[in-house]
């Protein structure tokens, strides 16, 4: 099976794309990073991509004022490295439409929620926690899913619980999420990059695992 081509996006300190080298190194994901893309050209994301060797493009309102000239040139990038995938690893910038629709069911974002909880306009870091906290809720946890036009709506293709103690501080519940990205999106990308991933009616079905040697 050939090897899926990978582009990073992310803009902060890239520990969701770290978790998913570790794993490609392993040989547990079958893919290779070919872009890391980020709004961010002093987050430590890029600095992880250029320890790796992997190339590392910084497109942003400075770079591009233009809305439709930056996705035009997040397109470029893409083409340019053949990417199969895209994967979303704490990007901070709304992913423009013509980028959503160029790549349908091959964006994967990872929310650090059980979505439909706490997801939607407004949640995104910190205030995911904050909200979930305030809540009381006794469980949260992290999302991986495809990327659509809504926000957080795309087919949900792993998810994992944590508890909530009535003593948590918002950090403290991000950190124990944290752990639990750091696990499922290479999972995801397990399944995904194995074509194991089938979407119907919104829904994701993971087919199962193929006998070694058969077609
Ligand atoms: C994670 O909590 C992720 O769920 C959210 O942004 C954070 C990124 O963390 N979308 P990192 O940059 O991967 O360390």
């Not at 994901?29 to 709004?39: G, K, M, R």
Request: a neutral charge; charged letters at 20%.
């Amino acid at each position: 099976m050939q090897l899926k081509r990978i582009a990073v996006f992310a803009s902060g300190g890239g520990s969701n794309f770290g978790a998913l080298l570790e794993a490609i190194e392993n040989k547990e994901v079958n893919a290779q990073v070919v872009l890391l893309l980020s709004n961010a050209p002093s987050a430590y994301a890029c600095a992880r991509a250029r320890e790796k060797g992997i190339p590392v493009a910084v497109i942003n309102k400075a770079t591009h004022p233009e809305a439709d000239a930056r996705a035009q040139a997040i397109l470029k990038a893409l083409a340019e490295k053949q990417a199969d995938y895209i994967v979303l690893a704490g990007y901070l910038p709304i992913v423009p439409a013509a980028i959503i629709r160029a790549y349908p069911n091959r964006i994967v974002n990872i929310h650090p929620s059980l979505i439909p909880a706490f997801c939607g306009k407004g949640f995104y870091g910190h205030f995911v926690h904050e909200a979930a906290v305030a809540r009381g809720v006794k469980l949260s946890g992290a999302t991986v899913h495809f990327v659509d036009e809504g926000t957080d709506t795309g087919p949900i293709i792993c998810q994992e619980s944590v508890p909530v103690f009535a003593e948590d501080s918002p950090e403290d519940l991000a950190a124990r999420v944290l752990k639990v990205e750091h696990s499922i999106l290479p999972r995801a990308l397990s399944l995904i990059c194995a074509d194991r991933v089938l979407v119907k009616n919104n829904t994701v079905h993971i087919l199962t695992k193929k006998e070694d040697g058969a077609l």
